[in-house]
């Protein structure tokens, strides 16, 4: 991915009203008419389920994503009651460590549809989405929530309805939205009253597990940057021979990220393409002149909407499509190109991402909370209008689960408009079984503080992993680099998300109960929840940061790292936001993330705010500590915070890059790092 607040007053304490500290039903909705032994209190942010005593589990990792979504909506009826069924989905960290973390007895059926036929009794049927209209799957979702029902495709639902299950159709979806828009105001209009208004639920409703990014034997590299261009030096017109790939009916380009997941990427401003020496081709990206050549956007991005430069990074890609006339003999390609660009030619039809297929990730828990779930882009105008009335209808504190369209430009325009209405972000649309980690506790006690070292005339470095606001990340990519035989080897700072306390208490204390001395974790963006701090209305900051300061204490990540946009670029703190993290969250110091630099601020005379500067490589980080050296006089000590990312960075990594390092530099965790700042510049050696 890339994959939050001194109260006013108290007669503003007293208007305000909160979501985490509201009731757990909603004024004016009926009670629930099925079994339910979820709790939720007031003060608490996310449910509570039942204890997991034993589960029937599904692999369902290959299966069609019908069937993901059929068996995700059943589970969340199933656990809504009692957590029973687990579904194993991934298996980026291991398809069993959790389900073995959980330490419960459990059987694997090796027919997933024995799993159905056991609690098809506990469902009162089935509703239908339109395949066409694939929106209707997240309508379907809230429907099958309100109506304990599980989600089917029409071939599913015919077999649902035969023997041996017996389960009859309760709606039919099918033609009864035209599209996305249509979808979502009928879901507005006709199911919004009826949810939970105590969370939101986001999920793409076609996007499955990605495809295999496997390229046929017909493609050749046939241009790419050695040198890691990041300010378009290299920008020039490159002339493609496409010659060699003719002999069948088309040619296809592929852009790629020639440096995957460093957070850079190519770039291209027009293509042109001739046969024979006549243009077949000529546009640039963005305008109409490109659609017909599209043939895979691979969720690369526009620098607008109205043409510009497509950019592929992350380890992104985009493909065009060119048929040049029968009996062509020399086919030939200018590209206006820069920075880490890599081309690759084929005469074979590449596989698509945008073959897409629905999943069951976090379904589960929309439908045993009786949530909304939507998918609205906040960059296309008529969506964003609905997207912000519904966000207009819920308290401040309200969580929004899943995650945004349009990948990073969506994430930097959503989050931006979320905070504006006091609702954070969980990005758990790839979080699987959260309705049985839901019905776990943490049982471990918080490790001790770590001994600040003697004040020294030194560069003291500190390293911290990002992506800690994601819980999907604490559910894979995390256990993971957990897992990497080096960590412990050097202090690490980890985000993490302190609500996993409610949504996944297991996770939390198995990270707890196994760091070392060197392992500190502390609050991902931006606190108990990612927002923009900037954005959020001072009225209602202050008091929400109040409330969840008891997540952050009981999780011990007392540190936060924050990120602070507007307009998709980083600014400072508010001096309200200062106020409000030195005040209520009492932090001893907050990391505030910046790509392109580093430093100390104290911030309101007490706090103190170190810039983060991202690095993606172990050269990224050499390079900006050598510099820091070379700038350094030597007479007083130096802090400098490096975030790693956490998608293309180790803890072998970060082992290899402190053993570079001299005598001069020395690195430690997050307490320690702030401890020593306010040594440094004369502050009590306790926030508050």
């Known amino acids: 991915m890339f994959r939050t607040t001194t109260t006013a007053g108290l007669a503003i304490a007293c208007l305000l009203t909160f979501t985490i500290g509201a009731s757990a039903?909603?004024?004016?909705q009926p009670a629930a008419k099925n079994k339910s032994a979820i709790s939720w209190p007031a003060g608490q942010a996310l449910p509570s389920f039942a204890k997991?005593?034993?589960?029937?589990?599904?692999d369902i990792y290959g299966a069609p994503g019908d069937v993901k979504i059929m068996l995700a909506t059943l589970q969340g009826i199933v656990n809504r009651e009692q957590p029973r069924i687990y579904l194993l989905e991934s298996k980026e960290e291991g398809k069993f460590t959790w389900l073995n973390d959980l330490d419960v007895p459990y059987k694997v059926r090796d027919n997933y549809w024995d799993i159905v036929r056991t609690f098809k009794n506990e469902v009162k049927g089935v509703i239908v989405y339109d395949p066409n209209v694939p929106d209707s799957i997240n309508v379907a979702t809230t429907m099958a929530g309100l109506e304990n029902a599980i989600v089917a495709s029409p071939e599913l639902a015919q077999k649902l309805a035969a023997a041996p299950f017996g389960l009859k159709v309760l709606d039919d979806l099918r033609g009864k939205f035209?599209?996305?828009?249509?979808?979502?105001?009928?879901e507005y209009e006709h199911l919004w009253g009826q949810t939970t208004h105590r969370m939101l639920i986001g999920l793409s409703p076609d996007t499955s597990v990605p495809i295999p990014d496997g390229l046929p034997a017909s493609f050749k590299t046939i241009a790419a940057d050695t040198t890691q261009e990041r300010d378009a030096k290299n920008r020039s017109v490159y002339d493609l021979d496409l010659s060699s790939f003719l002999g069948k009916d088309s040619v296809y380009l592929r852009f790629d990220d020639a440096f995957p997941q460093d957070g850079w990427g190519s770039a291209v401003h027009e293509v042109t393409v001739k046969a024979d020496g006549q243009t077949i081709a000529r546009f640039v990206p963005g305008t109409a002149?490109?659609?017909?050549?599209?043939?895979?956007?691979?969720?690369?991005q526009l620098s607008d909407g109205s043409g510009g430069h497509r950019f592929a990074d992350n380890g992104r890609y985009f493909v065009y499509k060119f048929t040049p006339p029968a009996g062509t003999k020399q086919l030939t390609a200018s590209v206006d190109m820069w920075n880490q660009y890599k081309v690759s030619a084929g005469s074979e039809q590449p596989l698509s991402s945008e073959q897409k297929e629905p999943y069951g990730y976090l379904r589960d828990y929309a439908v045993a909370n009786k949530a909304m779930v939507f998918w609205l882009d906040a960059n296309v105008p008529e969506q964003r209008e609905l997207f912000e009335r519904i966000l207009s209808d819920v308290k401040p504190?309200?969580?929004?689960?899943?995650?945004f369209s349009n990948d990073v430009q969506g994430e930097f325009n959503s989050v931006e408009i979320t905070s504006q209405h006091g609702v954070y972000v969980l990005a758990a649309d790839w979080f699987s079984n959260m309705s049985v980690f839901s019905g776990t506790s943490m049982k471990v006690k918080l490790p001790a503080p770590a001994k600040t070292p003697k004040l020294e005339n030194k560069i003291y470095v500190t390293y911290t992993f990002s992506e800690?606001?994601?819980?999907?990340?604490?559910e894979h990519r995390l256990r993971v680099l957990w897992d990497d035989p080096n960590r412990g080897k050097v202090p690490i700072n980890w985000t993490s998300s302190p609500l996993l306390y409610d949504g996944a208490p297991v996770m939390l204390d198995h990270y707890l109960s196994t760091a070392t001395p060197n392992d500190e974790i502390i609050a991902g963006p931006s606190g108990a929840g990612y927002f923009y701090p900037n954005a959020w209305p001072d009225a209602t900051f202050a008091p929400y940061l109040k409330q969840t300061y008891s997540y952050m204490k009981k999780t011990g990540m007392t540190i936060p790292y924050v990120l602070n946009r507007v307009a998709g670029q980083n600014v400072p703190l508010s001096a309200a936001k200062v106020a409000a993290y030195a005040n209520e969250y009492r932090a001893p110091g907050v990391f505030l993330s910046w790509e392109d630099r580093y430093g100390i601020s104290i911030e309101g005379g007490k706090l103190p705010v170190s810039t983060i500067q991202g690095i993606s490589t172990v050269q990224d980080g050499k390079r900006i500590l050598d510099e820091a050296?070379?700038?350094?006089?030597?007479?007083?000590?130096?802090?400098v915070s490096l975030g790693l990312l956490a998608w293309s960075m180790t803890p072998t990594d970060v082992a290899s890059l402190n053993q570079s390092l001299g005598n001069d530099y020395q690195a430690v965790r997050a307490d320690q790092y702030f401890a020593l700042v306010r040594e440094a510049n004369g502050l009590p050696a306790k926030a508050n």
């Open 25 to 28: 039903e909603t004024p004016g």
């Open 52 to 58: 997991v005593k034993q589960l029937e589990v599904a």
């Open 178 to 186: 035209k599209d996305r828009l249509d979808a979502y105001t009928w």
């Open 289 to 300: 002149d490109e659609t017909p050549f599209l043939y895979d956007a691979q969720s690369s």
């Open 397 to 403: 504190g309200t969580p929004y689960l899943g995650w």
């Open 468 to 474: 800690g606001d994601n819980f999907q990340y604490n």
């Open 629 to 639: 050296k070379a700038n350094w006089d030597g007479k007083s000590p130096l802090f």
